[in-house]
């Protein structure tokens, strides 16, 4: 094993009794070194090969890889499905959950079979609702919220116990996570909003997108204020805009995403906005690592995946560490999907 799974002196993040295999992620964020993560982007597809083709981008430059659920409100393939598909083949995967589509029967019963699968880190989330999507007319259902998703989950694993008291024969081994915005205002509200989250459970939380150096920094400094730094892992939300009109079509129609004047000022100004837009994002991220508490990075490359790599090569966040790709025998055994005509 390339980490030790002990925590990293000065955090007092338990190791449960019996959790002697932490995934990746949080064996990454334990020993200290600055972890990346990435977001795959599920197809609206039934296709598990589009499923492998995106995720082969990540390889050898990412700790763990989000599957979103439903992001924006938008159907694609589940969460739980691209879980399923990939953590078979060996990649390491953060699960999104999101509340809005189901309740905590569905939920809990979700997290068991993810965890039964091989996944090791879920990430709890309230969601969109679904007036941000492409069909407003869906019932949300928000049984529970962020924090209760968290709670819900640490009963789960430290209790052996589902919410109503019925016991679990194995409970489900599982890194907790939450997201963070600490970009929009109320700005007090958001670090108190993130001690709740911890006191529910969470361990490890990644951020909205970050283009506001200043307003991370005072963030960051609140937290440590509170000492929550210590309690759980801060990985930081960044990615590469690929134009000023993009940038301000993001800021004026995505609901929670900061975008300064001074950002999109400069993409217009550049020769070229994409490459421009990558170049911030490196110059971001090696800023990022500098701010004491921050344990790592989330990059959202949003039809950017291809970018990704060099992003992270030109950071050099990852300097000194031994890549890590996924198990190649176990993908080998992977048989291809039957083809249409089969079937017809």
């Known amino acids: 094993m390339e980490f030790e799974d002990e925590p990293v002196p000065g955090y007092s993040l338990p190791i449960l009794p019996g959790h002697v295999s932490p995934g990746r992620l949080e064996r990454v964020l334990r020993a200290g070194k600055f972890a990346v993560t990435a977001e795959i982007a599920p197809p609206d597809s039934a296709d598990a090969e589009e499923v492998y083709r995106r995720a082969k981008i990540f390889d050898g430059y990412v700790d763990a890889i989000n599957a979103t659920d439903g992001s924006g409100a938008n159907c694609h393939m589940s969460s739980v499905g691209v879980c399923s598909l990939l953590t078979r083949v060996g990649y390491a995967m953060v699960m999104q959950v999101s509340c809005r589509d189901k309740n905590r029967i569905a939920i809990q019963g979700d997290v068991l079979g993810a965890a039964a699968m091989g ?87 990644q951020t909205q997108y970050c283009f506001d150096m200043p307003r991370l920094k005072e963030y960051m400094s609140q937290v440590r204020d509170l000492g929550l730094h210590e309690r759980a892992f801060i990985v930081v939300g960044v990615g590469p805009l690929a134009s000023a009109r993009a940038a301000a079509w993001i800021r004026d129609h995505v609901p929670g995403i900061h975008i300064p004047d001074s950002v999109i000022t400069r993409l217009k100004g550049a020769d070229s906005q994409k490459e421009e837009g990558v170049r911030m994002c490196i110059e971001l991220i090696q800023e990022i690592r500098e701010i004491e508490g921050v344990a790592g990075v989330h990059i959202m490359a949003y039809r950017q995946e291809e970018n990704v790599a060099q992003i992270v090569d030109r950071s050099g966040v990852l300097a000194g560490r031994v890549p890590w790709y996924p198990d190649r025998d176990q993908q080998a055994k992977v048989e291809p999907r039957a083809s249409r005509e089969a079937f017809q």
């Open 119 to 205: 996944v090791s880190n879920i990430l709890c989330l309230t969601g969109d609702g679904v007036q941000a999507g492409d069909q407003p007319e869906a019932k949300p259902v928000f049984d529970l919220d962020a924090v209760t998703l968290a709670a819900t989950v640490r009963i789960m694993r430290d209790e052996s116990r589902f919410l109503s008291g019925r016991v679990l024969s194995c409970p489900p081994r599982v890194f907790i996570g939450a997201a963070a915005n600490p970009f929009i205002p109320p700005y007090d509200y958001r670090v108190h909003r993130l001690a709740k989250k911890i006191e529910a459970g969470v361990q490890f939380v």
